[in-house]
């Protein structure tokens, strides 16, 4: 059974920075693109950022493009999301997701999905 587990969320003032991590366990995600999404209240969930578990590839969405950091610990099977320069509009549940569909910005990309740990950003 794969699980993965998010930590590292927080509350923040804008401007700040946080770091997510995401443990996987129950498989290697090698040949996996491994990544973020993210939902804010009332709204659909969104993509974030996505890594290939090689390393060799990364797709940001355009609102985090500059602010965001995706990378990988192959060692640990681990994925983190460094965010600086959080904003407001950054307030949301954040997703830890795994899949072999290719670097998708579609929630239907991905087969494997965390619990989810709560970002908010205050102005």
């Known amino acids: 059974q794969v699980q993965l587990v998010e930590s590292g969320g927080g509350s923040v003032q804008a401007g700040g920075s946080l770091r997510l991590s995401c443990a996987a366990s129950g498989r290697t995600f090698s040949g996996h693109v491994i990544g973020w999404f993210r939902q804010a209240p009332g709204k659909e969930r969104e993509f974030v950022a996505v890594i290939t578990w090689s390393g060799y590839s990364t797709r940001y969405a355009e609102s985090v493009r500059g602010r965001f950091t995706i990378s990988r610990d192959t060692a640990k099977n681990a994925m983190y999301l460094q965010m600086n320069n959080l904003t407001p509009d950054d307030t949301a549940v954040y997703y830890c997701?795994?899949?072999?569909?290719?670097?998708?910005?579609?929630?239907?990309?991905?087969?494997?999905w965390g619990q989810g740990t709560q970002v908010t950003v205050s102005s």
């Open positions: 997701v795994a899949g072999t569909r290719g670097s998708g910005t579609f929630t239907d990309d991905y087969d494997y």
